[in-house]
Every structure is written in C-alpha cells, then in structure tokens.
C-alpha cells in the first residue's frame, strides 16, 4: 500500500513572526507519485521540516491544502491521521520506559491490532532491518545510535503505513553507520514500494535515497526538482550547481557506471554516493541522459 501526497499552495507562518517576516513556507507546491522516494533537500531552515510536519498535521499550514489519495487531510481526524503515517526523527523518539517490542507494536496496538499479531509483524520487521530478536527486549538506552535508529524505521513501518516522514533519520549516526542504514533503506523500500518524504541536508543521501530530489531555498521555494542524475547533469542555477558541490574543484563530482547503477564519485575517485533509481528512459534531459549513460563524465568540470 502506498499513496499519492499533494501540496497545494501550502504556506505556513508560524505565530509570533511579525507579519511582515517571510513565512516558513511560501506557498509550496508537488504532486509526489505513491510508492517513489523524494527527498527535501535544503539548508537549515529552509522549511523541510515545517513541510514534512504538515503531512501528518503535527504542523497545520496558514494556507493551502495537503492531500493524500485526494482528501484534504485537514478533514481528517488528526489522531488517526498520525496514526496512519510513518514518522522517523533525528533521534528515533523512542519511548524510553517501553522495550524495542513495545515500541515497535504501540502503534497497531493502539488501532487495535491483537498482541500477538503486532508482536509477529514486529519480529518480521526487526528481521527486515537486520535486528537480532534478543534486542527486542532491551530498553532504548541499552541501544546503539544505529540500532535505536533501525528500530525508530521499524516501529514506523509497524502499521503499515501507506506514507512515511523521515527526517534526518541518519543525521546523528556515524558515517559509516550512516552509509549502512542508507543501504538497508533503499533495500526495504524496493521490497515495500512506500511512499516516503525523506529530509536531509546531505547531498550524498539525497542522491543516494531519492527517485526525486526538490532542493529548496529558503521559504521552502523549489530551486530545481528531479532525480538526482537530472540535477547533476543539468543544474538549473548557479544556486543549484553550488549547493551539489558541482562548483567545487576538491569535490569535482561525476558519475560513473558500475555493474548496472551509477555511483557518484568525488574528485579523488571516492564512492560518494549511488542514485537511487534510475529516472525513466523518456524523461531525462539530454544532459542527464548523457550523464547517466556515459562510463565516466566529469560534471564538475563542465560546470566550474
Ligand atoms: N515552532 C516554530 N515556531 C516558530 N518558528 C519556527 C518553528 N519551527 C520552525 N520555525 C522557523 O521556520 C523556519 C523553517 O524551519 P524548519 O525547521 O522547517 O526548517 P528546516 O529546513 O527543517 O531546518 P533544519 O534542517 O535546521 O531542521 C525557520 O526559520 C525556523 O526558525
């Protein structure tokens, strides 16, 4: 099960900014298609969050709609809304004085789900993100970051969610641990196909996680939006072409393929990233249908 997300016009001014002051969100808009992965990418405070948090109402917009499957959720009961959509933080957001079992089944237990079926589906879920079942009894502290974080993925998944919210899910773990978790993602999202909105301000997890990247500015205003090879290949400003690095000669990103996907290399040959799917035959600009398929293309030397 996965479902469609749309904004419409979404502008969010939170209380207590002047009236003048620019808003959080200005007037966003995107059509995200069910079951594919788009990351907002964007620096601190351009309003990804604020965006995430308007999908399962912990945040209501000033103006416009989000719609999923079609329905304004602002009709929706926000209780069962949040309920009915995944949501990974920073931090996990574990219940510190529940165990890894009880975290994971809370939510179906609270739709009403039987122990033993919710129990069943997280011991598949624990299995699904690589957790030995005896962490299933431990508490969170007694968790590393990387675990705590898989179990945080877990618990969101419990109730099947058709959406799910992740916001630097990976952002506090370390970068190998990050890299990692990065890979058992794109590894159960192809088995789940959900729809996930997935916030970072790094540009190495966006092109690795994404089927869609919308990089913001500040307001959430789209600067370019694509999969992560388009962006490469063609970036739409000077904004867009510093914000991937394409401008930096130490970083000198290109693409390159290996084994039937294409990897991101960095200037001294490093595996800095993979792309997430590959963007459809017929929709690619010509630029980033060459960069795609191409052995080896410098994007940075082009660009710089
Ligand atoms: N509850 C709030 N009250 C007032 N202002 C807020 C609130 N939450 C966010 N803001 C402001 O809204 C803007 C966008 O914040 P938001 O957290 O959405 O950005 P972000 O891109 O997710 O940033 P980060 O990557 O640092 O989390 C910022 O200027 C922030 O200070």
Do not use: W
Request: glycine residues 10%; negative net charge; hydrophobic residues 40%.
């Amino acid at each position: 099960m996965s479902s469609t997300i749309e904004f419409h016009s979404v502008t969010k001014r939170y209380p207590g900014s002047p009236g003048e002051s620019a808003p959080a969100v200005d007037s966003f808009s995107a059509q995200i298609e069910a079951g594919t992965t788009t990351v907002l990418l964007g620096s601190s405070g351009c309003g990804k969050t604020t965006l995430l948090r308007m999908v399962n109402r912990m945040v209501e917009p000033t103006d416009g709609q989000v719609l999923i499957d079609g329905t304004d959720i602002a009709t929706s009961d926000a209780v069962s809304l949040r309920r009915s959509i995944g949501y990974v933080m920073q931090n996990a957001g574990l219940l510190p004085h529940h165990r890894v079992i009880d975290n994971i089944t809370l939510v179906p237990r609270l739709l009403g789900q039987d122990r033993g079926a919710a129990r069943e589906r997280a011991g598949e879920l624990m299995d699904l993100l690589g957790l030995a079942p005896e962490l299933a009894r431990r508490y969170p502290h007694e968790l590393s970051g990387g675990q705590a974080q898989r179990v945080g993925v877990a618990r969101a998944l419990a109730a099947d969610p058709g959406v799910l919210l992740m916001d630097e899910p990976f952002g506090a773990v370390d970068p190998l641990v990050r890299r990692e978790l990065q890979r058992e993602m794109s590894r159960i999202q192809a088995e789940l196909g959900k729809t996930i909105l997935f916030v970072t301000h790094d540009v190495e997890e966006a092109l690795a996680l994404g089927d869609e990247i919308i990089l913001l500015r500040e307001g959430a205003h789209i600067a370019q939006r694509g999969s992560g090879a388009e962006l490469l290949a063609d970036p739409a400003d000077d904004f867009v072409a510093r914000f991937l690095g394409l401008d930096d000669a130490d970083r000198h990103l290109r693409l390159q393929e290996r084994a039937g996907s294409t990897v991101v290399l960095d200037g001294a040959g490093r595996v800095v990233g993979r792309l997430g799917r590959q963007p459809a035959p017929a929709a690619p600009s010509a630029g980033a249908a060459q960069a795609a398929g191409e052995e080896t293309e410098s994007l940075a030397g082009e660009r710089s």
